[in-house]
Nanobody, 125 residues
């Protein structure tokens, strides 16, 4: 499985962006797809995730209520809609796939098996 994230860019605070993660190869219904981000000088952190089959979702507290996650199974694509963006959302955003989720929606970075290269989101104040 290869993952390609896109949709990043420069946006003013309060604006919106939609990130896409296109997966090539077969995505099994058991997969969990996640988004993580890494800000300059900080460790990578969980943002959001969704189960491929059932649409269950999870969000970090810092983005809850502002970001939504969805997937289009026919296109093998996961989306992260980011609204009300803040300067602290500035980071490289990575999508990832957990091939063997233990239960529910995976939020732990180390449990993800496949990673994309990331797309840069810059939010200006």
């Amino acid at each position: 499985v290869q993952l390609q994230a896109s949709g990043g860019g420069l946006v003013q605070a309060g604006g919106s962006l939609r990130l896409s993660c296109a997966a090539s190869g077969r995505i099994f219904s058991s997969y969990v797809m996640g988004w993580f981000r890494q800000a300059p000088g900080k460790e990578r952190e969980f943002v959001s995730a969704i189960t491929w089959s059932g649409g269950r979702t999870a969000f970090s507290d810092s983005v809850k209520g502002r970001f939504t996650i969805s997937r289009d199974n026919a296109k093998n694509t996961v989306y992260l809609q980011m609204n009300s963006l803040k300067p602290e959302d500035t980071a490289i955003y990575y999508c990832a796939a957990d091939r063997y989720p233990r239960s529910g929606v995976t939020t732990t970075e180390s449990e993800y098996d496949y990673w994309g290269h990331g797309t840069l989101v810059t939010v200006s104040s």
